[in-house]
């Protein structure tokens, strides 16, 4: 598909960089290899120029399956004017990666901080009590400084180990075998529907009694699955919410619509994110 695409108009996707990242493992298995990936610094860099039109789509971490939300792309989210037309589901596995072969001498591990959480029980385990944990922005970058520093050991995946030629002194250190990160892809379009689709949609409620019980009645009263329910601070005012739905179904299918337009009835905001075929793991 990425070929076929790519012959048209060369897709140009941002990601999370730097080189070596899970976001651009989720990248290239969305999009394949033919299409040309632009790390940037950060998530807010890389909505910025797909909002601008720089580049056609952007992949985002949003949530982790033992660390929960990203709520940085949640709250880019809330303003951006880009729609969710796809997610990507990715099975995490970290390594323990050095520039030479044994734990003797590691004086420091480097790694993003979710990857150090999710890691935890096994440096326990594994490394002595004096080894120092050092968070940094990414495990691609934790895996640059390992390579420069033979005392050093980073937490990252495959992708960052041949990009940096690091061996791995032991493999699948996470402390929960299933741990799953998703991504979503957004962009300018809207996508069709496919008949296994998911609409995701931002909603606010009144702080009151029983208020997200009513909010969310038209939701069961349609027979819709909800299948994610995030709070964020709405930044709007103290103690203010905003809720970040996911459902099974098209935004165009009747069901979905009916509910929609009860919310709608229901609350000031409502923001339809985008529906979007489901990924598959």
Same mark, same amino acid.
């Given at each position: 598909?990425?070929?076929?695409?790519?012959? /048209?108009?060369?897709?140009?996707?941002?990601?999370?960089?730097?080189?070596?990242?899970?976001?651009?493992?989720?990248?290239?298995?969305?999009?394949?290899?033919?299409?040309?990936?632009?790390?940037?610094?950060?998530?807010?860099?890389?909505?910025?120029?797909?909002?601008?039109?720089?580049?056609?789509?952007?992949?985002?971490?949003?949530?982790?399956?033992?660390?929960?939300?990203?709520?940085?792309?949640?709250?880019?989210?809330?303003?951006?004017?880009?729609?969710?037309?796809?997610?990507?589901?990715?099975?995490?596995?970290?390594?323990?990666?050095?520039?030479?072969?044994?734990?003797?001498?590691?004086?420091?591990?480097?790694?993003?901080?979710?990857?150090?959480?999710?890691?935890?029980?096994?440096?326990?385990?594994?490394?002595?009590?004096?080894?120092?944990?050092?968070?940094?922005?990414?495990?691609?970058?934790?895996?640059?400084?390992?390579?420069?520093?033979?005392?050093?050991?980073?937490?990252?995946?495959?992708?960052?180990? /041949?990009?940096?030629?690091?061996?791995?002194?032991? /493999?699948?250190?996470?402390?929960?075998?299933?741990?799953?990160?998703?991504?979503?892809?957004?962009?300018?379009?809207?996508?069709?529907?496919?008949?296994?689709?998911?609409?995701?949609?931002?909603?606010?409620?009144?702080?009151?009694?029983?208020?997200?019980?009513?909010?969310?009645?038209?939701?069961?009263?349609?027979?819709?699955?909800?299948?994610?329910?995030?709070?964020?601070?709405?930044?709007?005012?103290?103690?203010?919410?905003?809720?970040?739905?996911?459902?099974?179904?098209?935004?165009?299918?009747?069901?979905?619509?009916?509910?929609?337009?009860?919310?709608?009835?229901?609350?000031?905001?409502?923001?339809?994110?985008?529906?979007?075929?489901?990924?598959?793991?």
């Amino acid at each position: 598909m990425s070929e076929c695409l790519a012959l /048209e108009k060369p897709l140009s996707i941002a990601y999370l960089g730097p080189e070596g990242t899970f976001s651009q493992l989720a990248t290239l298995k969305h999009f394949g290899h033919a299409a040309r990936t632009v790390a940037c610094s950060s998530i807010d860099e890389a909505f910025r120029l797909v909002e601008a039109r720089a580049l056609d789509y952007v992949v985002a971490p949003v949530e982790n399956s033992t660390e929960g939300a990203v709520g940085r792309t949640l709250d880019l989210m809330v303003s951006t004017p880009l729609k969710v037309c796809g997610e990507v589901v990715l099975r995490i596995h970290h390594h323990l990666l050095r520039n030479s072969a044994g734990i003797d001498g590691i004086r420091r591990v480097y790694a993003h901080a979710q990857a150090l959480a999710q890691c935890h029980e096994w440096l326990n385990k594994n490394l002595p009590a004096d080894v120092e944990r050092v968070s940094v922005a990414s495990n691609a970058e934790a895996a640059r400084l390992a390579a420069e520093d033979g005392s050093c050991a980073a937490i990252a995946g495959q992708a960052a180990a /041949e990009r940096f030629n690091l061996l791995k002194l032991a /493999e699948n250190i996470e402390d929960e075998p299933n741990n799953t990160t998703r991504f979503l892809v957004l962009g300018h379009q809207d996508v069709g529907q496919t008949g296994q689709d998911k609409t995701s949609l931002i909603v606010s409620a009144p702080n009151r009694p029983g208020a997200v019980h009513y909010l969310l009645a038209p939701i069961a009263d349609n027979g819709v699955s909800m299948t994610k329910f995030e709070s964020r601070p709405s930044r709007a005012g103290l103690w203010d919410y905003v809720f970040f739905i996911d459902v099974e179904g098209h935004h165009d299918d009747p069901n979905v619509a009916r509910a929609l337009q009860g919310l709608m009835e229901r609350t000031s905001f409502v923001k339809v994110l985008g529906a979007y075929p489901q990924a598959v793991l």
